[in-house]
């Protein structure tokens, strides 16, 4: 259970990639998947080869960034739908991370990987010890990406998925915000691919299928949990929600279901996400909700939806 | 302070809808200029400030601002000189961000933007004056979601985003026609304010003759692509809703009658 929040607060890092490109700048990225598996195969090839676990770590964050740059040239030079841009990039990454890894599975047992610590002597992960350690490394990029996107910068990047036009007339190039944050959400992703490798061991060609339903996820069960915007609690939101659904496919598991059928209930859930909002009894919910905000901002409080 | 030379805009060339949108306008105003436009529906007033925005561009033709040529500029470059109010309330806010990240954005226009926080307490104290003088009481609720005010609040707010860092020129597209009398009557209050308190040179397209008349020192009047009528100082402090209406009707006779021959 405890490696389920492990992986939750790591996976959370890529959900938080998610969350940037999804529901900050309204761009449906699908480079995830590739550039989750890229990340882990410029990491695991690094410290196969010798090189320091942290710097092979960074390489595959980097490497993460330059595949959203692809996407995010791809849709804004390119003129090509979003959609389709990170389709095109991430198939085209499957070959690439061929290339790097040169075989389908890297083993990365008995490496000196940035785990190491954790695995030798005693074994910590899974222990209190570690979610403690990842609950820390996920609070530093949460915070971060919240600081971040309060900066004059950040707050045009908001603007970019939620008003463009508007945002435009301020001097701001929709074509460079975008560009930025589809290169920092993969990096975030990157980032997320390498630290996994190393905690399971082995990177895996097929390792980054379907992970974008998994960012989905968790971003729509983290904004459920916590509907509050201000502070930074938006960001830790996503990082919940991330441990949540980690921990909800654990228990899935646990009473007997098949982990191949994981992808199909994984694909179930979002799509009750989506279309939840469409039932009566939750647009009731929002209809008080809004009315309760309405009449705060009439009696002249600060209100955020 | 702007200068329009021979600007020509057809929309869907050489197709059976094309239209030509400008045909060869020409237009000069000096510093602290305040024109209004006027014109049926079609007549290209929205066509010339999305033009002069780098909305669009022009087919020939040159635009220059402040002695700089803006012609072939994105909307992001001209924004540096301009500052804009768009008809839709919803159209120059960004509803999720509060008033002050609002303000804070527009407050950056023309500088390059960075890391450093986008409010801070400095900022915090001029946003505040300046919501002071809308007389809305914004200012005592800046952490609210521009979202969540009406459409005159809105209106209001995108107003004084546009006038701040004293752009060269103002362009306001019918910004007071989706607000109800009331909301139009205080926006265009505003609109006279902030014109005057910044010397803007602002350029205003309106539906309404009468606000046409008494905002501004120089009246325009474009028909069919093309500035038909042009008034300016004493002569325009005379004019009256029926005279424009007269000019009008003469206008679109002779234009009838072109199209019935």
């Known amino acids: 259970m405890l490696g389920s929040i492990d992986l939750g607060l790591i996976y959370g890092l890529m959900a938080l990639g998610v969350y940037l490109t999804f529901r900050v700048l309204d761009f449906p990225d699908l480079t995830v998947d590739g550039s989750f598996t890229l990340g882990a195969a410029v990491t695991a090839s690094g410290i196969l080869a010798g090189q320091d676990p942290l710097l092979s770590t960074a390489m595959g964050t980097l490497a993460g960034a330059i595949a959203g740059l692809v996407t995010g040239l791809l849709h804004t030079k390119g003129g090509i739908n979003p959609l389709l841009a990170g389709i095109l990039t991430q198939i085209a990454l499957y070959s690439v991370n061929l290339r790097i890894m040169g075989k389908a599975n890297l083993s990365l047992l008995r490496e000196p990987t940035l785990m190491a610590g954790l695995q030798q002597p005693v074994r910590l992960l899974g222990t209190w010890t570690s979610v403690a350690i990842f609950a820390a490394v996920a609070l530093v990029f949460l915070v971060a990406l919240d600081w971040f996107l309060n900066t004059d910068l950040g707050l045009a990047l908001q603007a970019t998925g939620d008003n463009p036009r508007m945002i435009q007339a301020q001097g701001v190039s929709i074509h460079n915000t975008k560009i930025l944050g589809l290169s920092l959400s993969n990096a975030l992703v990157g980032l997320c691919g390498g630290l996994i490798a190393q905690y399971q061991g082995y990177a895996d060609i097929g390792m980054g299928i379907g992970l974008i339903i998994a960012g989905l996820a968790s971003v729509i069960i983290g904004q459920t949990i916590i509907t509050s915007r201000r502070f930074v609690f938006a960001t830790a939101a996503v990082v919940l929600g991330s441990v949540v659904y980690l921990l909800v496919i654990q228990v899935a598991l646990l009473i007997g279901l098949d982990p191949n059928d994981m992808k199909l209930m994984s694909a179930i859930l979002v799509v009750v996400a989506l279309l939840s909002p469409r039932l009566a009894f939750v647009q009731r919910f929002w209809a008080r909700r809004r009315k309760r905000m309405m009449a705060a901002v009439a009696e002249g409080e600060e209100v955020r939806a | ?261």
Do not use: C, W
């Open chain 2, 1 to 261: 302070m702007l200068e329009v030379t021979g600007l020509r805009k057809v929309f869907f060339p050489d197709t059976p809808n094309e239209k030509i949108a400008l045909d060869n306008v020409s237009l000069a105003l000096d510093p602290g200029d305040f024109v209004t436009i006027i014109g049926s529906n079609g007549a290209g007033k929205s066509t010339l400030l999305n033009l002069i925005a780098g909305e669009f561009r022009a087919d020939s033709g040159g635009i220059a601002i402040d002695g700089v040529n803006v012609t072939r500029m994105p909307v992001h470059k001209v924004a540096r000189y301009v500052g804009r109010v768009f008809q839709d309330p919803m159209a120059g806010t960004v509803p999720h961000g509060t008033i002050e990240q609002n303000l804070a954005m527009a407050l950056a226009r023309g500088r390059a933007r960075g890391l450093r926080m986008g409010v801070t307490n400095a900022k915090r104290a001029i946003f505040a004056r300046e919501l002071a003088n809308l007389e809305l009481g914004l200012e005592h609720r800046m952490r609210t979601d521009a979202g969540l005010l009406s459409g005159g609040q809105r209106q209001a707010l995108s107003l004084l985003m546009a006038t701040m860092g004293s752009p060269r020129v103002l362009l306001l597209d019918e910004h007071t026609a989706a607000l109800d009398p009331a909301r139009a009557e205080l926006v265009t209050r505003l609109t006279a304010q902030a014109v005057e308190r910044h010397h803007l040179t602002t350029l205003m397209v309106t539906h309404n003759m009468h606000q046409a008349l008494t905002l501004g020192n120089r009246l325009i009047m474009m028909h069919e692509g093309r500035i038909i009528y042009d008034l300016a100082g004493e002569e325009k402090k005379r004019a009256t809703v029926e005279d424009l209406l007269h000019q009008f009707e003469q206008i679109k006779a002779v234009s009838d009658r072109t199209l019935l021959a």
